[in-house]
């Protein structure tokens, strides 16, 4: 199995920063994909930012300018780095890992527990 361990929530004033890093552990062949996507109460879970292990990222329109997703590939590591922080950046964040376990030919999906984010004066 993979465990993947979310830290760097908490609560930051509008405009602020906040760092989420992501650690993916367990008995990883290779991982393919990292991401953090975010759900607020009653809604589906969507995406924020995503990067590939050839370091290509994807970010939704909401974020792009102001989210830098980048990866640690030693560490198996992913990290969210959240500038200009606004009340609707507000969500649970949740890690995401497309990976490879040792001895599996398939890639799955696994996610974080989650850290929340909020953002408000």
């Known amino acids: 199995q993979v465990q993947l361990v979310e830290s760097g929530g908490g609560l930051v004033q509008p405009g602020g920063s906040l760092r989420l890093s992501c650690v993916a552990s367990?008995?990883?062949?290779?991982?393919?994909?990292m991401g953090w996507y975010r759900q607020t109460p009653g809604k589906e879970r969507d995406l924020v930012a995503t990067i590939t292990s050839t370091s290509t990222t994807n970010y939704a329109d909401s974020v792009k300018g102001r989210f830098t997703i980048f990866r640690d590939h030693a560490k198996k590591t992913a990290y969210l780095q959240m500038n200009s922080l606004k009340p609707e950046d507000t969500a649970a964040y949740y890690c995401?890992?497309?990976?490879?376990?040792?001895?599996?030919?398939?890639?799955?999906?696994?996610w974080g527990q989650g850290t929340q984010v909020t953002v408000s004066s």
């Open positions: 995401y890992a497309k990976a490879r376990l040792s001895g599996s030919t398939y890639y799955l999906d696994y």
């Open positions: 367990g008995s990883i062949f290779s991982i393919s994909a």
